[in-house]
């Protein structure tokens, strides 16, 4: 993956773990199972350490 894909799939990752953790904190009312919203935290960490400056 180019830094500039990265950087695009960083972003919306970022948006959706937000989404989700207002829809789960505030709301009480998740979307997705706790395994799904890991696996987004883990691709994002996973970017995060490929791209630092991201």
């Known amino acids: 993956m180019d ?3 990265a950087r695009v799939r ?3 990752l970022r948006k959706l773990i ?3 953790r207002t829809l789960y904190h505030t709301f ?3 979307e997705i199972d706790d395994a799904a919203f ?3 935290k883990n691709e994002l960490e996973e970017l995060e350490n490929q791209f630092p400056e991201l």
């Open 10 to 12: 960083v972003e919306k």
């Open 28 to 30: 009480d009312a998740p």
């Open 38 to 40: 890991d696996t987004l």
């Open 3 to 5: 830094k500039e894909s």
């Open 18 to 20: 937000d989404y989700h």
